[in-house]
């Protein structure tokens, strides 16, 4: 059974740190890029950051680079996402996401999604 778990999430005030979690089985984790998207209240899903898992290439939304780092420890077939100088537009529910091939921007180009955690940042 494929499985994606997010965890990590909370309420943050705004400047401080997060990191999130995305523990993955039941698949071949070195095959797959592994992608952050969040969605706040009212607003369509949005890529935030990715990862290519079998070579290490990653990518981020204008809105977080600088701010956010996304790794992975292939050992515990788990993505990270290090989120410093966390702002209120940050706010939302984010999830991890796997596609087969490559990182994706369109959220309907993978096969595999988490639960969601929400991450809340007060101004």
């Known amino acids: 059974e494929v499985q994606l778990v997010e965890s990590g999430g909370g309420l943050v005030q705004a400047g401080g740190s997060l990191r999130l979690s995305c523990a993955a089985s039941?698949?071949?984790?070195?095959?797959?890029?592994i992608g952050w998207f969040r969605q706040a209240p009212g607003k369509e899903r949005e890529g935030v950051s990715c990862?290519?898992?079998?070579?290490?290439?990653?990518y981020y939304a204008d809105s977080v680079k600088g701010r956010f780092t996304i790794s992975s420890d292939n050992a515990k077939n788990t993505v990270y996402l290090q989120m410093n100088s966390l702002k209120p537009e940050d706010t939302a529910v984010y999830y991890c996401?796997?596609?087969?091939?490559?990182?994706?921007?369109?959220?309907?180009?993978?096969?595999?999604w988490g639960q969601g955690t929400q991450v809340t940042v007060s101004s």
């Open positions: 996401a796997a596609d087969r091939d490559s990182c994706h921007p369109l959220p309907s180009e993978y096969d595999y």
């Open positions: 039941g698949f071949t984790f070195d095959d797959y890029a």
């Open positions: 990862i290519s898992i079998s070579d290490g290439s990653t």
